[in-house]
């Protein structure tokens, strides 16, 4: 599966795809950085409400950003899907996600990486996903 780069002002490129997220019956589309220097999957915690997730019930669990300004997040399983790809992935939901700095997810290593064999290619604007056998 090929998606083009998405652009953020003239000179900002970034590999952001849209997934699938669901949870029970309820699912939503929503745009995700592909991030390989992400370890996991966080998501903002409305994303997590909307798919009827009560957010603060999952595993507590810390991380430590730029600056070493420390966030917290919630643990949940949700399913996710890229393309016809479907499985399931332990996803962290943060509430103090960014806002319109940052309009996306994370896919990151445990998740997303370990199901995907990725390859980006910034000249052509372009990133792979190929299934792992």
């Known amino acids: ?37 992400a370890d996991f999957c966080i998501f903002n915690a409305e994303v997590g409400e909307a798919l009827g997730l009560d957010i603060k019930k999952g595993k507590m669990q810390q991380v430590f950003g730029v600056g070493g300004k420390v ?4 643990l949940h399983k949700v399913n996710i899907e890229v393309g ?17 700095m940052m309009p996306y ?3 990151g290593q445990r998740g997303f990486f370990e ?3 990725v390859k980006f290619d910034l000249k ?8 792992r056998k």
């Open 1 to 37: 599966m090929k998606f083009n780069y998405k652009r953020f002002g003239p000179n900002i490129l970034r590999p952001v795809v849209e997934i699938k997220l669901r949870s029970g019956s309820k699912f939503l589309r929503y745009e995700v950085l592909v991030d390989s220097g």
């Open 71 to 74: 966030a917290l997040y919630y």
């Open 84 to 100: 016809k790809k479907s499985f399931e992935i332990e996803a962290g939901f943060m509430p103090d996600v960014a806002g319109r």
């Open 105 to 107: 997810g994370l896919v």
């Open 115 to 117: 199901n995907f064999i």
């Open 124 to 131: 052509k604007e372009e990133i792979e996903l190929k299934n």
